[in-house]
């Protein structure tokens, strides 16, 4: 660990260099894509911390900053979209990116899904081929963002 982040080696076989360990929020209430989404991200090297709910969503980030939201669209409760512009109204939160996970794919959907402040979505059913290369997408443009800003 450096400064409170996990590190896990580059690949590198001598482990001279670390890369800090990437953060995913997974908000979803359906247990099988809760699980689907967990394994692939965890197989894929990501920390993944879960969240059922918005409320849930709310507690968990009061002990940390995930690198990256994915947000179902249709909680119960506070749904997804007032999830996110709620976090996106909040100091703490509004860099952290948010990436729905939704089925609403049709025409305006997408709309709505930018207008509340998600940088982009993941259609369900889920193709695990289109989360892991959407994920790392939305990173590395995160990642291009805080280095173009230093």
């Known amino acids: 660990?450096?400064?409170?982040?996990?590190?896990?080696?580059?690949?590198?076989?001598?482990?001279?260099g670390t890369v800090p360990v990437r953060r995913i929020l997974v908000v979803e209430d359906n247990p099988l894509n809760m699980e689907l989404v967990c394994e692939v991200?965890?197989?894929?090297?990501?920390?993944?911390?879960?969240?059922t709910a918005a409320a849930e969503a709310l507690e968990r980030l009061k002990g940390g900053?995930?690198?990256?939201i994915l947000?179902?669209?249709q909680l119960?409760?506070?749904d997804g979209l007032a999830l996110?512009?709620?976090?996106?109204?909040?100091p703490k939160t509004r860099d952290i990116q948010v990436v729905a996970l939704t089925a609403h794919v049709m025409k305006g959907d997408r709309e709505r899904i930018l207008e509340a402040?998600?940088?982009?979505?993941?259609?369900k059913p889920i193709d695990i081929k289109e989360l892991t290369s959407q994920v790392a997408r939305f990173l590395r443009d995160d990642a291009a963002k805080v280095s173009g800003s230093s």
Request: charged share 25%.
């Open 1 to 16: 660990m450096e400064a409170g982040v996990p590190v896990r080696a580059s690949g590198d076989p001598g482990g001279a």
């Open 65 to 68: 900053k995930p690198d990256l």
């Open 71 to 73: 947000m179902d669209i």
């Open 84 to 90: 996110t512009r709620r976090l996106k109204r909040d």
């Open 41 to 51: 991200l965890e197989a894929h090297g990501y920390e993944v911390w879960q969240a």
């Open 76 to 78: 119960p409760g506070l």
């Open 117 to 123: 402040g998600c940088c982009g979505y993941i259609p």
